[in-house]
């Protein structure tokens, strides 16, 4: 059984940190792009970012370019969001997700971020 699941999250005031953690089990993610969406409330769910075992390439959205940083340990079959200079729209449940590209995703069941102004 594939799972993906999601630790990290929390309450943190603006400027602050956290790192998102996703533990993959049922699959290895050797082969694929996995990453992060993020769904603030009332807002569709958009792609934060994604990092590709194969090439190590890695991808951000333009709202948190400089802020966050994805990393993989594969020994660990884990991917790693770390977030910096939270701001208070980046308030959402974030989910783990491969392959990050597909209509046909594995999806972990989300931590909650919230950052307080």
């Known amino acids: 059984e594939v799972q993906l699941v999601e630790s990290g999250g929390g309450l943190v005031q603006a400027g602050g940190s956290l790192r998102l953690s996703c533990a993959a089990s049922?699959?290895?993610?050797?082969?694929?792009?996995i990453g992060w969406f993020r769904q603030a409330p009332g807002k569709e769910r958009k792609g934060v970012s994604c990092?590709?075992?194969?090439?190590?390439?890695?991808y951000y959205t333009d709202s948190v370019k400089g802020r966050f940083t994805i990393s993989s340990d594969n020994a660990k079959n884990t991917v790693y969001l770390q977030t910096n200079s939270l701001k208070p729209e980046d308030t959402a449940v974030y989910y783990c997700?491969?392959?990050?590209?597909?209509?046909?995703?594995?999806w972990g069941r989300g931590t909650q971020v919230t950052v307080s102004s």
């Open positions: 997700a491969a392959p990050f590209y597909s209509t046909e995703r594995y």
């Open positions: 990092i590709s075992r194969t090439d190590g390439s890695t």
């Open positions: 049922g699959f290895t993610f050797d082969d694929y792009v």
